[in-house]
């Protein structure tokens, strides 16, 4: 079983989000001084917590303060001199950003040269403040903007497909309706679990991958960037 999938409000875009990072982030070198953009520092949600990872130094940085960030901060004005930071990771933030070129120009600014820049970013799904939600983009403008801004060397990874949007959109409805039975939640998540987990294998499939129609959805994407090293 997938782990945290029979939880119903465990969505698939969530699974999806903590994949990304759990394979990405123990792939940064020991020592790396690590921004944690919009991140929260407690009551952190799904299965991935940088907090892990004792070979990291991690600084967070949040508009709010509710969050419990280190530093108070606009991710489109950061107080951090430039080139101070190895990586940097930004969790689900972009649909909360107004002016997502302004942000990334800054994350660049912070950013050591061939330092990693790490990103995921919902697009099929429901809409949610934190404390706003401005928008959803493409891939397309993914790479646009990625190159506009001087990232040579990245690569774009598609979260899921069809099925996997339309199961979080059946599993978000049906948390809604059942989830003051214990129950009912218990056997709907069991079944939600093994749909998903079908998903996962068809959209691995190569077919269902390069497929016009399945392919044209996605819950989201996942990014990962490097400053090139002679900047």
Known sequence: ???????????????????????????????????????????????????????????????????????????????????????????????????????LVEIDRVMKPGGTLLITAPFLFRIHGDPEDYARYTETYWRSILISIGFRQFEIEKQGLFWSVLIDMVRSLIDQRVKDNNKLVHWIGGLVNWWRRRALLWEAMPEHRIHPFYSSFTTGFGIIAKKPADR
């Open 1 to 103: 079983m997938i782990p945290g999938l029979i939880n119903l409000s465990y969505s698939t875009r969530r699974y999806f989000v903590d994949d990304f990072f759990l394979r990405h982030v123990p792939l940064l070198k020991p020592g790396s001084n690590i921004l944690d953009l919009g991140g929260n520092k407690i009551s952190k949600r799904g299965r991935f917590n940088i907090e892990s990872y004792d070979h990291l130094q991690v600084t967070y940085a949040d508009i709010s303060t509710v969050k419990r960030p280190d530093v108070k901060a606009d991710a489109e004005h950061l107080p951090f001199k430039p080139s101070c930071f190895d990586a940097v990771i930004c969790a689900e933030l972009f649909e909360h950003i107004r002016n997502p070129e302004y942000v």
